[in-house]
């Protein structure tokens, strides 16, 4: 994995401190364009990883990577599924079956469609597969060396104790994509101890790792020891504190932590990207 | 969501998730396959078969009197969702058994465990901007955006519609952190995309304490990416606006007592949210479980979000409904 991996809040209106920055990205990156130039601008800093929901609109920005192969051929996309709103909403307005319905293909109710006989039989693991190739579809020819399940499913299935889902996650996303499966979670510790009772080893773990210990389920300290003496490959994320820490010390902090193989922000303008790039590179030696 | 509040049980040190009852087979199936607890389709033989201490009612509102009336009818402490019930005397007698068994009741308006509601309400309470005169509580969010498939939330007879859904919190909110509700006036109750139930919630409302003020709440508002909550203050010494990401405070003469200066200040949830031990969709979900939690562990009784509180909205709800035109 690249030091560096840009994230996608930005874009999508996701803003953890404010309603209103939020409203104001989304109205800035109504367009593909808007979205592609702000990509381009980190691209051209050294930043060849972009990580990303499985947001509708980044089906748009996939077309554009495919149309451009020399330009972006270095390029690499981390996906995170799923984009959790589309499926919240669906099962609000249409309840689990009317939600399943909508995204697995073919008619659920028969047994003559793969989605269907999934359902019929109650097969969890085959419906959960064909859910991933739904949500993978859109990245088709671009390199996904790493592909991740977002925080909200990971840490829903964590405290319902299924660890033979992350088990069936694994092994898919091993087989079938030849890529990386990756985690995010707000409980770093929790999820490490049940990936490893799993049999999953040196897992790649994206979580919330900041000096403030927001999002941190456990703590700093805990944390920290967790990072220096357990063997995973962290991904920090958050590491500003959505805002509530000084680029200089949040960026210092995390560099801090050695066993930090990557660090995932998002930003929208030239100076803002290339202050975080330097200042990473700046820490890390 | 029953799968949230399921995960977070489970994950509680001091919880012991022992069963589970839902409706969909597909959903029990799961939990039986790859989970660890009992599943159940009939919550009679839930609560019967285990020695149960708690239960958490996460069903559409019209199951919930039968539900928790069951439950505390044998000694058991009941978390409840929200909207709390479906008629006045349904909510009557929820409370009533609860008190009557001495046992803990909680609903989850979950806007009472956030950071920065919590902080406004300090700040009403020692006046900070002086003689409030005005308020406005809203809340959008993309709830319904087009005309769709029916489901219980089209149903105001089963507890739908954004009044229940959605302006019940708002309600509950102001009556937390600012005063109970006394009356409404001026109701507009405005049909968008729905057919059967309202999309949109508009009026005028009078507190105990004499302050009157706006309730806007909209849930065909495409232009949020989710429910967005918030609460606007004016007084005679300042301003506050309240979400549950940020604080807005201006003030007219600094603070020394709580470091507030004169003019605007910022306040955000990263530095008013206490840590939990384990985080599923946000602090405050946790938060409030482990909350109903300590009051079983300490007998507390009179606890924050009680059924009490909840029948209150679920009145003005009902006053809101009989002043529509």
């Known amino acids: ?285 | 969501m029953g799968l949230s509040h399921a995960s977070i049980i489970n994950a509680h040190n001091d919880l012991n998730l022992v069963a589970v009852c839902d409706s969909s087979t597909l959903i029990l199936e799961a939990m039986k396959k790859y989970g660890s607890y009992k599943t159940y389709s009939d919550y009679k033989k839930l609560v019967d078969e285990n020695d149960l201490e708690a239960l958490f009612v996460a069903t559409p509102t019209k199951f919930h009197a039968d539900m928790v009336v069951y439950a505390l009818e044998r000694g058991i402490h009941v978390f409840c969702e929200k909207p709390f019930a479906l008629t006045l005397e349904q909510g009557e007698k929820m409370v009533e058994v609860a008190t009557r068994n001495k046992l803990v009741n909680q609903v989850g308006y979950h806007n009472r465990f956030i950071g920065t509601f919590n902080f406004m309400k300090k700040l009403v309470e020692q006046n900070i901007i002086g003689n409030i005169y005005h308020f406005v509580g809203e809340a959008y969010g993309p709830v319904v955006v087009k005309s769709k498939e029916s489901t219980w939330r089209s149903q105001s007879s089963e507890g739908g519609g954004c009044l229940f859904d959605y302006a019940s919190h708002v309600i509950n909110l102001i009556e937390y952190t600012i005063d109970e509700i006394k009356d409404v006036d001026g109701v507009m109750l405005k049909k968008i995309f729905s057919r059967g139930v309202e999309d949109a919630v508009y009026c005028g409302m009078y507190l105990n304490n004499g302050l009157s003020g706006m309730l806007n709440v909209n849930w065909s508002e495409e232009t949020y990416r989710k429910m967005s909550t918030q609460i606007t203050l004016f007084g005679t010494q300042g301003k506050i606006i309240s979400d549950a990401q940020e604080m807005k405070i201006y003030l007219k003469k600094e603070n020394t007592k709580l470091e507030l200066e004169k003019g605007w200040n910022m306040r955000y949830i990263t530095g008013l949210t206490d840590p939990v031990e384990f985080n599923l969709r946000g602090e405050e979900y946790s938060a409030q479980v482990d909350y109903f939690t300590k009051c079983i562990q300490s007998g507390k009784t009179d606890n924050v979000n009680s059924f009490e509180s909840a029948l209150r909205t679920d009145k003005v709800i009902e006053l809101i409904k009989n002043k529509s035109h």
Do not use: W
Request: aromatic share 10%.
């Open chain 1, 1 to 285: 994995m690249d030091r560096i991996l840009f994230g996608d809040n930005q874009f999508f209106a996701v803003n953890h401190l404010s309603d209103e920055k939020s409203r104001a990205q989304s109205i800035r990156f109504e367009k593909n364009e808007a979205i592609i130039n702000v990509l381009d601008i980190a691209l051209d800093l050294g930043i060849k990883t972009f990580m990303c929901t499985t947001h509708d609109r980044i089906a748009g920005i996939c077309d554009h990577i495919r149309a451009n192969p020399e330009r972006y051929k270095e390029y690499k996309i981390f996906p995170s599924m799923p984009y959790a709103h589309k499926y919240a909403n669906a099962v609000t307005e249409l309840g689990i079956i009317g939600a399943l319905k909508e995204y697995l293909p073919g008619n659920i109710f028969s047994t003559m469609a793969k989605g269907g006989l999934a359902y019929a039989k109650k097969d969890f693991i085959a419906m959960m597969e064909l859910l991933i190739d739904a949500e993978m579809k859109m990245f088709r020819g671009i390199d996904t060396p790493v592909i991740f399940i977002q925080n909200v499913l990971t840490d829903l299935i964590l405290g319902l104790g299924m660890k033979d889902i992350f088990l069936a996650y694994h092994q898919y996303i091993i087989k079938k994509y030849n890529a990386e499966p990756g985690y995010i979670t707000m409980n770093l510790i929790r999820l490490l101890d049940t990936l490893e009772s799993v049999g999953i080893k040196n897992p790649i773990i994206c979580s919330s790792i900041n000096k403030f210990g927001f999002r941190m389920s456990g703590g700093t300290d805990l944390y920290e020891k967790t990072i220096a003496e357990r063997k995973f490959r962290p991904i920090a994320m958050q590491v500003l504190a959505a805002g509530a820490i000084r680029p200089a010390e949040a960026f210092e902090y995390v560099c801090g932590q050695k066993n930090i193989e990557s660090i995932l922000f998002g930003a929208s303008t030239h100076a803002h990207i290339k202050e975080s790039r330097d200042m990473i590179h700046k820490y890390s030696n």
